[in-house]
């Protein structure tokens, strides 16, 4: 890595950059998002059409699932790693590129013959595709704060963080409603497979076209962090980060929750199908949760960008997602169709909101530890947890006890942990280290505000490395 020069103005006072090149960034890492998003979820959303084209059960439909959660577990120190010694591009790039070729060996797999008495081909190329593709995961779902801290200034971090972190739950969202709008039969599995590839494939792209660092620091936090020599090994963060007790509390609520999301967004179409419930009506309340998501979260981002009031927005949320969570037990029934729709949005107006609240949470709580660090750790929990949740959702769901009582056991399930799992954020006290240290920062270096870089056209200054602004 190279050194990243600041601007001074002639009276040796500090002014702090933005590039308009980092929306080709942000751009990038949330079409990567969407890609996987979509090779996720390929498959359990329409599980009918998905055991007739693999020949398989229910249960292996759901381990695709299973299999993004476990491969992030695995791969996620590695792309850590890689962020901290190869950059943000490189690591992108690398993991694009094994997206891509996991979803392409899933179509190939199409190709092999496969039968109710032999099914072994087919089935295990697709498996092997999907955990390739799986092992990208975790450097889509890790950069976005770690991007923002080194290219957004103060008072535009949330916001890139929500526009990164969201993408991925917009992504899961939208493929509940496009799988199954092109997937009618097993027949047409193999089309589903095909987008999902050249999805994947266009994904790729915009990566060859951002900068992997800016040329000046957009704020005193992110000067440290562009050092050469500012970051700690990434092993080293990670186990300070891991004996961090408020960081800790943090990483439960965000597994609780976020491993819930993701779990009930693999298996809606199991929750319901018992009351008369199609995979298409699935798709539309992913869809519920997608539109009022986008607005929760851009109403979030912005706001809290200004007020910085993160602790008590997520004091808020938590209890209000676990209030529709109950509710949900109430509404999946026959004939509830709107009602669903109704707290399918709720939910994810209040999860989205949450996702990049936590997340900047846990850069602020942990700071001056490396932000890879924290959000590594954060969604492991969340991969780790929806591992488990999916696990025991699928072991209790009984489709003849719902349709005899009127009650899902896995919904039950979902409320009473997540009443469990409010409780531990009211203890949450940590201050917001990294504003307070740039709070100290600005101060001692007598700062000039936000500026462009075409203010200073006519400075002479010479930045290291390959980035064009």
């Known amino acids: 890595m190279t050194d990243s020069k600041s601007l001074t103005q002639p009276d040796g006072r500090q002014v702090y950059v933005t590039y308009k090149k980092r929306y080709v960034g942000l751009f990038a890492i949330v079409l990567l998002n969407l890609a996987t998003g979509f090779v996720w979820l390929t498959y359990s959303p329409v599980a009918s059409a998905a055991q007739g084209y693999l020949n398989c059960d229910n249960n292996i439909v759901n ?27 490189k690591s992108l790039l690398f993991g694009a590129l094994i997206q891509l070729v996991g979803a392409w060996l899933r179509y190939f797999a199409n190709f092999i013959e496969s039968t109710p008495g032999n099914s072994g081909g087919r089935l295990a190329l697709t498996l092997v595709g999907q955990v390739i593709a799986a092992g990208a995961q975790p450097f889509f779902l890790n950069v976005p704060p770690k991007f923002a801290a080194v290219w957004f200034s103060e008072n535009g971090r949330t916001t890139a963080t929500m526009i990164g972190s969201v993408s991925n739950a917009f992504a899961a969202a939208v493929a509940q409603l496009v799988i199954p709008a092109i997937t009618t039969s097993p027949e047409t599995m193999a089309d589903s497979v095909l987008i999902c590839a050249i999805i994947a494939t266009v994904a790729v792209i915009p990566v060859f076209f951002m900068a992997d660092r800016p040329p000046t620091p957009p704020s005193p936090s992110a000067a440290e962090a562009l050092l050469e ?18 960081f800790l509390i943090l990483m439960f609520v965000f597994g609780t929750f976020v491993g819930f999301f993701n779990a009930f967004s693999s298996l809606i179409a199991q929750f319901s199908e018992p009351f008369g419930y199609t995979a298409n009506d699935a798709g539309y309340f992913g869809a519920a949760m997608i539109i009022a998501g986008l607005v929760g979260a851009g ?5 809290i960008d ?12 938590v209890p209000v997602a676990t209030l529709f ?3 949900f037990n109430f509404v999946v029934r026959k004939d509830m169709f709107i009602a669903i729709i109704v707290v399918s949005a709720l939910l994810g107006l209040c999860s989205f909101a949450m996702l990049p609240v936590i997340l900047e949470l846990g850069v602020e709580c942990t700071y001056p530890v490396t932000p890879s660090s924290s959000t590594s750790l954060l969604w492991a929990s969340g991969q780790l947890f929806a591992v488990v949740f999916l696990l025991v959702l699928g072991a209790l769901q009984d489709n003849d006890k719902a349709v005899s009582t ?10 009473a942990w997540c009443v469990v799992g409010t409780a531990p954020i009211y203890f949450f006290k940590s201050s917001y280290l990294r504003m307070e240290a740039e709070r100290r920062s600005r101060q001692s270096e007598g ?4 500026a462009s870089p075409h203010d200073f056209e006519d400075i002479s200054l010479e930045v290291k490395g390959d980035v064009k602004v």
């Open 63 to 89: 381990l695709t699932s299973i299999l993004y959660f476990v491969a992030y577990l695995v791969m996620s120190p590695a792309s850590g790693w890689m962020f901290e010694k190869k950059g943000i591009k």
């Open 229 to 246: 020599t500012s970051e700690e090994p990434f092993w080293v963060s990670l186990k300070k980060v891991g004996k961090n007790r408020q």
């Open 299 to 303: 109403i979030a981002g912005p706001v």
């Open 306 to 317: 200004r007020n910085k009031q993160y602790k008590l927005l997520l004091k808020c949320m």
């Open 325 to 327: 969570y109950i509710i």
């Open 406 to 415: 009127g009650v899902s056991p896995p919904l039950v399930f979902i409320a």
């Open 447 to 450: 700062v000039v505000g936000k």
